[in-house]
C-alpha cells in the first residue's frame, strides 16, 4: 500500500491515547514499523516498571500499524498474544513489528518491544496478531462512491 509515513503519524496523532502516552511513529515501511513511547512516571505501575497495559498498547499498535502497511488504513486488530518477558525499565520503549504474511482481507504480524536505556536496548516482551481491513478508503473500486468501472 501506498501510504507516507506523514499519514500514519497523523492516524496515531487520532487517537487520543495515543496522545496521552508521546506515543511516535519513528518507522513505517514495507520492512517494519516502529513505535516509541517515552517513559515516564505516569505510565509505571507501584513497582517502577512500566505498567503491562502499556507494553500491550504498545505491541498491539505496532502490530495495526504494519498490518496497515499491507493492508491499507482501514484496519483493526482481530486477535493478539503478549509474552511479557521482563520488567520493562528504561528510558523509551520501543516497539517494531512486521508483516509475516498478508491476504486480501488479514495479516499475520509480529511484533519485539523493547526498553532504551542510552545505547542498549532490552528485550521485555514478544507480540503476535491478526490485522483485519474493515473496508475500503473512500475512492476505491468497488467501495461506497468509488469508481465502479
Known amino acids: 500500500m501506498n501510504i507516507s509515513i506523514d499519514e500514519a503519524r497523523r492516524v496515531l496523532q487520532a487517537q487520543p491515547f495515543s496522545r ?3 506515543a511516535r511513529l519513528t518507522e513505517f515501511s514495507d520492512t517494519a514499523t516502529e513505535l516509541r513511547i517515552p517513559i515516564r512516571e505516569h505510565v509505571k505501575q507501584q513497582n517502577g516498571f512500566v505498567h503491562g497495559g502499556v507494553v500491550s498498547y504498545a505491541a498491539d499498535n505496532a502490530l495495526t500499524f504494519a498490518g496497515g502497511v ?14 511479557y518477558l521482563r520488567p520493562a ?3 523509551w520503549l520501543i516497539a517494531r513489528a512486521r508483516a509475516v504474511y498478508a491476504g486480501q482481507r488479514q ?3 509480529r511484533a519485539e518491544v523493547f526498553t532504551r536505556s542510552g545505547d542498549e536496548e532490552t528485550l521485555c516482551a514478544l507480540a503476535q496478531g491478526t490485522i483485519s481491513r474493515v473496508g475500503q478508503p473512500p475512492g476505491a473500486a468497488g467501495s461506497p462512491g468509488g469508481s465502479r468501472s
Not at 75 to 83: A, G, P
Open 20 to 22: 496521552l502516552l508521546e
Open 89 to 91: 525499565i528504561g528510558d
Open 107 to 109: 495479516a499475520a504480524c
Open 70 to 83: 499491507v493492508l491499507g488504513p482501514l484496519v483493526v486488530t482481530s486477535e493478539y498474544k503478549i509474552n
